[in-house]
């Protein structure tokens, strides 16, 4: 029915309300299929609110609850809409709204009258009763928002693959905390590489690295920036090189984020320093996307 958004395009927070002229429903968790809104207004058009519940398998939604919007086809535009949506489910326990935004602009026109997200919520997260997803013992609340722009922000081209490598000397006689890298350029920002030898506070006795924007490096408002990322520890005698990926939309909130490497310190320093107790990292990154002056950050 419509396009699901990509990981690089969705981010996930908690709001107290939605934004005015929103659609809200509550429907039973024993609803058909299917489930269309009445009708709502935004940007001198008419559209509805399609919820599937238990998923939409057509859209390979399987596990998963559907949300789109639908431009109604009697006010389908004759030209290009171009529109935000953001979708809405309500915890009682947290007293507020999972607001789930779809970053990327979307192109409403007469062959193409539908978008959402086929992968909105996990059913097992909407149905467990400590996530506050069921309202009254048997209801669920769903939202959609459309922002209409004039035209579609400009997304920039995808930037250049970087690679940085980072040498720690004498990595077992390290005592301090943390250790933070020599600043890269990528994408047009600088960025620093910060490794914890004896892990950060949420993974104690494993290695962990975050990647960062330098403290004089901001983000603009509206701006957000996708990365991928590959972090590694190298193999000194092989090619058994420790690797994880990271992708993440990077805003003023969170300009920070990183992952444990999935090995202990006690292995690492056994199989990953050379003779000289040096440790190799490597990171390769790019920047997927960069999205400038969007209106709903």
Known sequence: MGSNASDSAMLKSWRKTPPPSSSLVRISQNANDKYESPPFSSGGH????????????EDNGSGFVSMYVECLSSTTPPVDVFAYLTFFVFSEEEKKYLSIQDVEVKRFNSSKTVWGLSKALS??????RAKGFILYGELHEFGA???????????????????FSWTIRDFSLLRQNDCVSKTFHMGEKDWTLTLYPKGDSRADGELSQHLHLTDNDTLLKGELIFVRVNLKVLDPRGSNHLSVWLKSWLLN?????????????DKIQGAYLDREGTLEVEIECEVVNSIKNHPCF
């Open 145 to 163: 928002h459309v922002k209409i722009v004039s035209r579609p922000v400009s997304f920039g081209e995808d930037l250049p693959f970087h690679k």
């Open 46 to 57: 008419n559209w509805r609110l399609v919820v599937y519940p238990k998923g939409n398998e």
């Open 123 to 128: 059913i097992e997260t909407l149905k467990d």
């Open 253 to 265: 909130s969170n300009k920070a984020w990183g992952k444990t490497q999935s090995m202990s310190l």
